[in-house]
T-cell receptor
Framework: EAGVTQFPSHSVIEKGQTVTLRCDPISGHDNLYWYRRVMGKEIKFLLHFVKESKQDESGMPNNRFLAERTGGTYSTLKVQPAELEDSGVYFC?????????FGPGTRLTVL | EDQVTQSPEALRLQEGESSSLNCSYTVSGLRGLFWYRQDPGKGPEFLFTLYSAGEEKEKERLKATLTKKESFLHITAPKPEDSATYLCAVQAHSGAGSYQLTFGKGTKLSVIP
């Protein structure tokens, strides 16, 4: 069974540019989560999809972040415009029961 | 607000030297406590879920235990391949149906041959 995949693995952009991160969950998992780890801090929750609906987006830092989940399958997280403090590792996780399975993450560097 | 504190931040062990990692938590109604292992450049890898005080789970050289305030990850006779960062996370009951994980900062374990 394929695990959670994320693309790209790394992204380096200039401040003010736009970046889109993609997550493909484990097939059949209705729940999809986005998390972020900034340097020196713990992994923090961003938002939760159930199928194509946003169940909880209380962790989204501001309106520069836009998440979508097309047809309840893959999800994208767009940052527009990117700021320096958006740098970090963005993780996606999927689940069908309490335990969540994580992808390898996307390391985003904003210069 | 849910909080997770892990100690120590870093731990160096000789191969075969058993020890324990601590995870203290406060949560408004625990649904589950999770242990993950994370290797450099990779995502967290699921190890255990514990649901109620007194519960224990084992996997190879690892054993996780849970009380009402903390969890321990016991490592028996560790090997160099056990070197990794171990993450603890809690999940609260949610009337809104969102089961986000609240993580600690992790314990970086190094096992020296």
């Amino acid at each position: 069974e394929a695990g959670v995949t994320q693309f790209p693995s790394h992204s380096v952009i200039e401040k003010g540019q736009t970046v889109t991160l993609r997550c493909d969950p484990i097939s059949g998992h209705d729940n999809l989560y986005w998390y972020r780890r900034v340097m020196g801090k713990e992994i923090k929750f961003l938002l939760h999809f159930v199928k194509e609906s946003k169940q909880d987006e209380s962790g989204m830092p501001n309106n520069r972040f836009l998440a979508e989940r097309t047809g309840g399958t893959y999800s994208t997280l767009k940052v527009q415009p990117a700021e320096l403090e958006d740098s970090g590792v963005y993780f996606c996780a999927s689940s069908q029961d309490p335990k969540q399975f994580f992808g390898p993450g996307t390391r985003l560097t904003v210069l | 607000e849910d909080q997770v504190t892990q100690s120590p931040e870093a731990l160096r062990l000789q191969e075969g030297e058993s020890s324990s990692l601590n995870c203290s938590y406060t949560v408004s109604g625990l649904r589950g406590l999770f242990w993950y292992r994370q290797d450099p450049g990779k995502g967290p890898e699921f190890l255990f879920t514990l649901y109620s005080a007194g519960e224990e789970k084992e996997k190879e050289r690892l054993k996780a235990t849970l009380t009402k305030k903390e969890s321990f990850l016991h490592i028996t006779a560790p090997k160099p391949e056990d070197s990794a960062t171990y993450l603890c996370a809690v999940q609260a009951h949610s009337g809104a149906g969102s089961y986000q994980l609240t993580f600690g900062k992790g314990t970086k374990l190094s096992v020296i041959p």
